[in-house]
């Protein structure tokens, strides 16, 4: 797993991912390494030395990602997830069929302890990054400030709203994309959370 992550800049400490405070992604590393991955943390992409034995994970890029250079390495074989709600991944999201939409609040059924930047989004449908996490408005995947997935094609809506996507997946080629529109969903706070921690566990193994 590479990962990229905002660490390089001193303004911006959240997703640091040697860090245990509650922004940081010590705890998706070790559950990353608990499966059996091995994390490299890159600040930024050499897309000559990658191949289809890596997961690239972009976590709220803060350069653009060359949009046509991420679909051939998803068509060659590469798996990509890109966590991005206002960072620089709009273009590379649009390039694999997503509309990442800067929307006020999204229509949710429930909040984490009734408040209005915590909407709790539900799995959606059957696919297996969606597996045991549950519908259960109470028991599902806790957001903070998300964006949405809007006009999706070519992609299957894993985890969402009742008027947007928080999570999307699909296949291009030999190679496989997640598109999460919450990055935070993946912070060591937001960790904390059982819908969280499953939705983290199955995209790794999908």
Same mark, same amino acid.
């Given at each position: ?33 608990? *499966? ?15 191949? =289809?034995?890596?997961?690239? +994970? ?23 997830? *890109?966590?991005? =709600? +206002? ?17 006020? &609040?999204?229509?949710? &059924? ?9 909407? *709790? ?39 969402? +709203? ?23 969903? +993946? ?15 199955? *995209?790794?193994?999908?």
């Amino acid at each position: 797993v590479l990962l990229i992550s905002a660490t390089a800049r001193a303004d911006i400490p959240d997703y640091d991912p040697n860090s245990q405070a509650w922004n940081g992604m010590a705890s998706f590393v070790g559950l990353a390494e608990g *499966i059996g991955y091995q994390v490299t943390p890159v600040a930024e992409l050499e897309w000559d030395k990658l191949d =289809d034995h890596d997961i690239l +994970f972009l976590v709220y890029p803060l350069q653009r990602v060359d949009p046509s250079r991420l679909g051939r390495f998803v068509q060659a074989g590469g798996n990509v997830v *890109i966590a991005d =709600d +206002f960072g620089a991944g709009k273009d590379a999201m649009a390039a694999l069929g997503l509309l990442r939409a800067d929307i006020g &609040s999204p229509r949710a &059924s429930s909040y984490y302890a009734n408040q209005p930047f915590a909407p *709790i989004a539900t799995a959606q449908g059957d696919h297996p990054i969606g597996r045991e996490v549950s519908s259960n408005k109470e028991h599902g995947v806790v957001t903070n400030h998300p964006a949405a997935l809007e006009q999706i094609q070519g992609a299957t809506v894993v985890v969402g +709203f009742e008027d947007s996507a928080v999570v999307a997946a699909g296949e291009r080629g030999t190679g496989r994309f997640v598109a999460v529109s919450d990055p935070s969903i +993946f912070i060591n706070r937001m960790l904390q959370f059982g819908g969280n921690v499953q939705l983290t566990s199955n *995209i790794l193994a999908w």
